[in-house]
T-cell receptor
């Protein structure tokens, strides 16, 4: 299957600082990328959908000014957690889809990024 | 909201077939059923997907009922490495076809 890579795999940052997580599609052009967060022993929660060259669409309850998403190219999307606090500590996962939004078009997930805010 | 329901957990003996059920009674005519699994602390791994016909690949088989209201993922010879949380997903349509995850089934393969 297609390869999606995230960087960094884990990061520790101080409370009040910002941290950026990158998501890259390595062998295909990703027209759409999705960002999820996952707390321990819980399922994945969709945070936002981003289309290349457009503003991200955020799910209800997700603060767009806190979780900045940029999808400037067909192979790269970034999630910036601004003014991070300990409650933002979580596992962040991106996924990517090539081509158009059709019912049978599969998406592939990155390895995830662990964020710990101290 | 997720459009699927799955049992929270299942056990399976190593070497035996693991049959994971999923209910998706509100599925629409053009919506596919997708299966992913997540091994601890990793991103979800794609397994298989289907629309109405049964599907098989090198990892698993997917059996979809004729009314499409439920499906079963079959791992024919489960190994200890198949221990994971398995998610059955029917994508939310309307443009971007978002993947909304339910709670999944935690499969434990026993030696």
């Amino acid at each position: 299957g297609a390869v999606v890579s995230q960087h960094p795999s884990w990061v520790i940052c101080k409370s009040g600082t910002s941290v950026k997580i990158e998501c890259r599609s390595l062998d295909f052009q990703a027209t759409t990328m999705f960002w999820y967060r996952q707390f321990p022993k819980q399922s994945l929660m969709l945070m936002a959908t981003s289309n290349e060259g457009s503003k991200a669409t955020y799910e209800q309850g997700v603060e767009k000014d806190k979780f900045l998403i940029n999808h400037a190219s067909l192979t790269l999307s970034t999630l910036t957690v601004t003014s991070a606090h300990p409650e933002d500590s979580s596992f962040y996962i991106c996924s990517a889809r090539s081509g158009t939004a059709s019912p049978g078009n599969t998406i592939y997930f990155g390895e995830g990024s662990w964020l710990t805010v101290v | 909201d997720a459009k699927t329901t799955q049992p929270p957990s299942m056990d399976c003996a190593e070497g035996r077939a693991a049959n994971l059920p999923c209910n998706h009674s509100t599925i629409s005519g053009n919506e596919y059923v997708y299966w992913y699994r997540q091994i601890h602390s990793q991103g979800p791994q794609y397994i298989i997907h289907g629309l109405k016909n049964n599907e098989t690949n090198e990892m698993a088989s997917l059996i979809i009922t004729e009314d499409r209201k439920s499906s079963t993922l079959i791992l024919p010879h489960a190994t200890l490495r198949d221990t994971a949380v398995y998610y059955c997903i029917v994508r939310v349509g309307g443009g971007t076809y978002k993947y909304i995850f339910g709670t999944g089934t935690r499969l434990k393969v026993l030696a």
